[in-house]
């Protein structure tokens, strides 16, 4: 079956393009797989894994913690699981990280591979190794890089993908723009969910452009010393209010995005910021939210992009270039607090 491979740092992933589910036994290299995936996929798709040993976790962004990651733990070793038991994550970005996560840590590691099925886990969250669970509202604060051995895009499961995380997969798309791709943002701008949605070739091709896009990024920095952090653009916000404020990850991404593009105006003479919330209003995704400053300000200094007093936020210069901005805390904090309703 036609791949393409990609070396990182660490270790290399194979990833299988428009190919369909039905045909992965062809990919997998041991019998002894283990389905992980939550409770929406495992329901809308029931069919297609009911071949396959599955442990299944309630959906949603509360089950990424330990408590589930125990759980897993304890079905793998009712199930016989081994050093030669392929973990496959079959769902969104919350099944994709918390797979690669259980991956990295049972039996020291065992290999794992993804079918990513919501748009967001297909373009962003199953690329590049970075996997792990949330602690309270402080989001990722726990977890490994750890690559799989191959990602399997089957854009049929999208077929089951509710409209408001079509939203969401936007958001991370609309990202990648902004921070490295201006041919795509103006792309985008010709389109909408709907013309994505109807017209599955342009879909794979942008979902393709996405992901060579992101594991480009990562293959040259896979740890994240220097080029892989323009790739949290709207994240350090975004993180903040997600748990906070309980919104999706996609929804606080897009408002991210919209706070980082006003720091830029504020910091770097940046003139676009219209440009960019009238593109992401044109995917449905919101750009404001009011929300409490004292919260929100400590998720933020509990970032993993904090240097002591100085977090190094992602702000851009121009459509399609980011750069890495340190910010103060102080200065933060005000900003927090004169954005409370942005
Ligand atoms: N590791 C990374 O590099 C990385 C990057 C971006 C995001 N993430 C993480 O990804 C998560 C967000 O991913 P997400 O938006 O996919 O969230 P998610 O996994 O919660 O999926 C969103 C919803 O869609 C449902 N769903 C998924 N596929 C479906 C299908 N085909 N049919 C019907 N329902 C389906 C899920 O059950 C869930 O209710 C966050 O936890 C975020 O931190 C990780």
């Not at 041991?30 to 495992?42: F, L, M, W």
């Not at 994709?96 to 297909?122: H, K, Q």
């Not at 676009?272 to 009238?278: A, P, Q, R, S």
Request: net charge positive; glycine share 6%; charged share 20%.
């Amino acid at each position: 079956m036609k791949c393409k491979t990609i070396f990182f740092e660490n270790d290399k992933t194979q990833f299988y393009f428009d190919t369909n589910f039905d045909k992965i036994d062809a990919i997998l290299t041991s019998n002894n797989v283990i389905i992980i995936t939550d409770s929406n996929v495992a329901l809308a798709h029931k069919t297609k894994l009911k071949n396959y040993a599955t442990i299944v976790f309630k959906a949603g962004e509360a089950s990424k913690n330990q408590l589930t990651i125990n759980t897993i733990i304890a079905k793998l070793i009712q199930l016989k699981a081994d050093r030669n038991t392929i973990l496959l994550g079959v769902g969104g970005g919350v099944v994709t990280d918390i797979t690669g996560f259980v991956a990295s840590i049972f039996l020291r590691g065992v290999s794992f591979g993804f079918v990513p099925t919501s748009l967001l886990a297909m373009v962003d969250a199953s690329v590049g190794g970075k996997n792990g669970i949330d602690v309270g509202v402080y989001k990722n604060i726990v977890g490994t890089i750890n690559q799989p051995k191959f990602i399997v895009y089957d854009t049929n499961f999208l077929d089951t993908l509710p409209l408001k995380e079509w939203q969401n997969g936007f958001a991370e798309i609309i990202k990648h723009a902004c921070i490295g791709n201006t041919k795509m943002f103006a792309q985008l701008q010709q389109k909408n969910i709907d013309f994505y949605r109807n017209n599955n070739k342009k879909l794979k091709n942008l979902i393709k452009k996405n992901v060579l896009f992101k594991a480009k990024i990562v293959a040259n920095d896979t740890y994240e010393t220097s080029t892989r952090k323009l790739l949290n653009f709207g994240h350090t916000f975004g993180h903040a209010i997600e748990n906070t404020c309980n919104i999706s990850h996609g929804n606080a991404v897009s408002i991210g995005i919209c706070f980082a593009a006003k720091l830029s105006a504020q910091l770097l003479s940046f003139n676009d910021y219209k440009i960019i919330e009238t593109l992401l209003q044109q995917y449905n995704l919101p750009t404001t939210i009011s929300y409490t400053a004292t919260k929100v300000f400590n998720a933020v200094t509990k970032d993993k992009k904090r240097e002591n007093k100085v977090i190094n936020f992602i702000l851009i210069s121009q459509i399609g270039k980011a750069i890495v901005q340190p910010i103060d805390i102080s200065f933060l904090k005000k900003t927090i607090q004169s954005h409370q309703q942005l």
